[in-house]
């Protein structure tokens, strides 16, 4: 089949990301003898810089890594709900949902304290040499993608009118910075130079040095302009000014965290996923449903009937995902995962495409939905201002959501896959000493008390974010994963199928992709059109006819548009590192050798 590129192959190391700088700085750092997880952190820095519409240094990662040898592991850069989010103050405003944008959707940064843990406990290299690059960028200037300066066109009102301190620096001079330009973002350098200079006055200690910053993070300068900053009052998109919740002291009280991944065999193969407070589970979910199916290839495109029963079991994992995900022990995540469970809700699969939102009832319990959904679609008119939720804005209802992604292997065999998000230039109004903004991911807690994501102080939100990582007769074979808020595990799954079809890396890529707009968003203002398949066109006509013909809503997304999927991988039998990197945007790059 056709491909775009080729699938690099080496010995050496392998990164690909969602954009070349980052892949590149990553290198970089291989090639200097770091290893994978210092790599790892040194492209997240870069992509907090370059992609800043994506993510930010307010935002927050989740991160799947191997340790060669080891067995893989979960580290949370989640942070949780502030103390004072309670369900009770928020509707005390009038609200039904958590606004999408502004200073009530933050949780508490976490993605800071993910990065250095992740550093401290498997990396090598010094804060310094992680952060060089990401500083050099920030102060010296990048080339600001076309896409971020199409985000910040869109906002420029809201800008101007609600947000000024945002205005003043992506809008320097009140026009809009020229697409490709160079652009500069001195104050981000002066605060990571500041968190550096807190680090190295612990002395030469290179872990004594990442505990200090740490602090410097949560307990010093910067918790304390976030405090003083949410206490004033800003537009949201739910059309009204509110302060936020979140304080120093929250700031203080959370730090990253480890967590046993999930698992789940696949004969060989087994996939690797964060646990409920993801949508992670619903990949494992999907590929349970469809076991048994023969889900064919041809020439690297998926015949109709694969892309059928996929969305098919796409719509009934992700109702089960929203009556039972959500950070709360009470997840049945052993019975949604069993082979028992997805038999009998395979039976639900028919020959046509279903309209309804089904969550199943695991051990026998009776699921529950936000009274938000319950009944169908409906409506909220966001505020005409345009503040934001969502990381990208959608473009002829196509794609909704979206982030940045790294995956690192080395020659040692330690392998990471990381999802960074939050923290969007779009998402709040821009802290002026610190040079960036808070996270909107409280989003995507609901309002109503008793679900598994009902908001609750200390609580982590149920994020879409969703790296993945397989092993292959129980070693560490693959990393992978994609931006694309609800669409993650559907853009995941059709890579995964194609790459189990027997394509390579960049030909799993490259192969058409698709997702259902059927079940609801995450993001405010939590809105689904049932029916809905956006599909890129080159499945073929006979193809789209023949999903026409099952009753699927087909959307007709064009040839290229959909996943900015990232994978590498090692073969333990003679140590060949592999890597491919999404084509669509122009954008994401792997590199290795």
Not at 480 to 504: E, K, R, S, V, Y
Not at 575 to 582: D, P, V
Request: charged share 20%; with cysteine; proline share 6%.
């Amino acid at each position: 089949m056709f491909t775009t590129r080729p699938e690099l192959v080496g010995t050496f190391g392998m990164v690909a990301s969602t954009h070349w700088l980052a892949s590149s700085a990553a290198m970089a750092v291989l090639e200097d003898g770091g290893n994978a997880f210092d790599a790892a952190v040194t492209a997240g820095f870069v992509l907090q810089v370059v992609e800043p519409h994506l993510n930010g240094p307010g935002g927050e990662v989740p991160i799947i890594f191997a340790a060669a040898g080891s067995a893989p592991r979960v580290l949370c850069g989640q942070g949780v709900a502030p103390a004072g989010a309670s369900i009770d103050h928020y509707t005390s405003l009038g609200l039904e949902l958590v606004p999408g944008s502004g200073l009530l959707a933050a949780t508490v940064p976490g993605a800071w304290d993910g990065w250095l843990t992740l550093l401290r406990d498997h990396g090598t290299k010094s804060l310094r040499e992680v952060l060089d690059r990401a500083i050099g960028y920030a102060r010296d200037g990048f080339p600001l993608l076309a896409r971020a300066v199409d985000t910040i066109e869109l906002v420029s009102d809201l800008f101007r009118d609600h947000w000024r301190t945002s205005a003043a620096q992506w809008m320097p001079g009140g026009s809009l910075p020229v697409r490709g330009g160079r652009f500069r973002n001195p104050k981000l350098a002066d605060t990571w130079e500041w968190l550096l200079a807190a680090a190295e006055a612990a002395g030469a200690d290179r872990e004594a040095q990442i505990e200090a910053a740490r602090r410097a993070w949560s307990q010093g300068f910067v918790a304390a302009q976030i405090d003083e900053f949410c206490r004033g009052a800003f537009r949201d998109d739910s059309g009204r000014d509110h302060a936020g919740v979140l304080t120093g002291a929250d700031m203080a009280s959370w730090e990253a965290s480890y967590e046993d991944a999930v698992l789940t065999d696949f004969g060989s193969w087994t996939l690797v996923k964060a646990g409920a407070w993801t949508q992670g589970p619903v990949l494992a979910q999907q590929l349970r449903l469809l076991e048994g199916y023969d889900l064919s290839y041809v020439d690297g495109v998926p015949t109709a009937e694969t892309v059928h029963l996929a969305v098919e079991a796409a719509k009934l994992a992700f109702a089960d995902r929203e009556a039972w995900y959500g950070d709360s022990p009470d997840v049945p995540l052993e019975t949604l995962l069993s082979r028992s469970y997805a038999s009998e809700r395979r039976a639900l699969i028919s020959d046509s495409a279903s309209f309804e939102l089904r969550p199943g009832s695991p051990d026998g319990r009776e699921p529950l939905l936000p009274k938000h959904i319950v009944g169908g679609p409906s409506v909220l008119v966001s505020d005409p201002t345009g503040a934001i939720g969502e990381p990208t804005v959608a473009r002829s209802g196509v794609t909704r959501g979206d982030t940045v992604h790294v995956d690192v292997v080395d020659r040692w065999g330690n392998m990471v896959s990381a999802t960074p998000s939050g923290g969007w230039l779009q998402s709040s109004p821009t802290i002026p000493s610190l040079g960036f903004c808070l996270g909107s991911r409280a989003q995507m807690f609901w309002l109503d008390k008793g679900l598994p994501n009902s908001l609750a102080p200390g609580k982590r939100p149920r994020i879409t974010l969703s790296p993945s990582m397989a092993l292959r007769d129980g070693v560490p074979a693959l990393a992978f994963g994609t931006p694309g808020g609800d669409q993650q595990d559907q853009w995941q799954l059709g890579f995964w199928l194609a790459h189990q079809a027997g394509l390579n890396l960049q030909e799993a890529i490259d192969s058409p992709m698709w997702h259902s707009n059927a079940f609801p968003s995450s993001f405010y203002p939590r809105a689904w059109t049932p029916g809905e398949l956006v599909i890129e066109s080159r499945v073929g006509a006979d193809t789209l006819e023949a999903l026409r013909r099952k009753g699927h809503q087909v959307v007709d997304a064009g040839e290229w548009t959909l996943g900015r999927m990232s994978a590498v991988a090692r073969d333990s039998s003679d140590g060949l590192l592999r890597a491919g990197a999404n084509p669509r945007g122009a954008q994401g790059y792997a590199v290795g050798r």
